[in-house]
Structure formats: C-alpha cells, structure tokens
C-alpha cells in the first residue's frame, strides 16, 4: 500500500479535497482507503446503543456489523494513543491510503492552505511536504503549486509521487477498452 498525506491547518479545505479526489482516483482505477486523525473526544459511537453500553462495561474490543458494513472500535483504556505506523497494518490492502492529519509523521504530505485561516504555511518547517494546493499566490515556494481546485492536476501528482500512474494509466487503457466494448 501507498501512503500520501493531506496536511493543513483546521478549515484549510482538507477534507474538502479528499471527498473530490477519492472519486478521481478511483476513476482511474486506483483503490483508495483513507485514515483521519481525530481530535481526543471523538466517538463513533452512542450513549443508549448495545455497542455502547458494551464499551462501557469494559469491552477492549467491539466490532458491529451489519449487510452493509462493519466497524471496529478499540478502547485505548490505559495504553497511549497509537501512531500512523500501528493503524496502517489493521487497514485492508488497497492501492493507496490517503492519510488526512498526523502532521507529525514522515510521510509525503500535500499541504493545504487557504489564507483566510490566518495560519502560517506549515511546509518551511516540515521536510515531508512535497507540494502545496492553495487558493492564493504563494511567495517563494520551492514546492510545485496546485489550484485547489485542479483535483486532476492534484491526482496526477500524487499518483507520480506514489509510482501508481503507470497502474493508473493502464487501468484507464483497460476501462476504454471495456467501454468501446459495450
């Protein structure tokens, strides 16, 4: 699995990005997973639900499922929150897990970057950012530059940086092959 990491501040348009890249990746016939860092008081869960209430017993695991999916929630109880590197293993195998968060971790990251945050560019101080997709200018920046708005452009860097443009380029041959066919 390749990895490719989404890094900026909160209200960047991250998130934003992700939602419009998963559909173009998978269009050119990448599979795609991703992996959120959340902030401490996350929870997928519900006060009242049967899962819930079995977490609060004391559960250190519980997995719900249903014909539709599946989820797993691990209690960290007294063990310290686990890194980039323990929850990639638990991830099924696909061609590319987009990590959005975990700013902390040496991995390629496209930084995102909107002026209205009034933050400062996190790409001077952090050696793993590779490119930066912004709305504005960006003075100085000895990094490729992508419009946030070309998700195409974005996807074609990020499959270049991971090698998976040459599987791309050959699962969009395949896919117009199958369409000429129909």
């Known amino acids: 699995m390749k990895v490719f990491g989404l890094a900026g501040w909160s209200g960047s348009g991250k998130t934003t990005l992700l939602i419009r890249l998963i559909p173009e990746l998978i269009r050119r016939g990448i599979t795609v997973s ?8 996350f929870d997928v869960d519900k006060p009242g639900k049967d899962s819930y209430r079995h977490r609060e017993a004391g559960a250190t695991e519980v997995l719900v499922a249903s014909g539709r999916r599946w989820a797993l929630m691990h209690e960290l109880r007294q063990e310290p929150e686990p890194g980039l590197d323990d929850l990639l ?3 099924s195998p ?5 990590i959005e968060g975990f700013k902390a971790h040496a991995h390629d990251k496209l930084e995102v970057w ?3 945050t009034g933050e400062r560019f996190l790409h001077p101080e952090d050696p793993h950012i590779v490119a930066i997709a ?6 100085q920046a000895p990094l490729p530059r992508f419009d946030l708005e070309d998700v195409e452009a974005i996807a074609d860097f990020i499959l270049e940086r991971t090698g998976l443009a040459g599987k791309a380029s050959q699962a969009g041959v395949l896919a117009r092959a199958s369409e000429k066919r129909n």
């Open 34 to 41: 991703t992996l959120k860092h959340a902030h401490h008081k």
């Open 134 to 139: 912004t709305d504005q200018p960006v003075p």
């Open 114 to 116: 909107r002026s209205e």
């Open 89 to 91: 293993p638990k991830m």
């Open 94 to 98: 696909v061609d590319l897990v987009i």
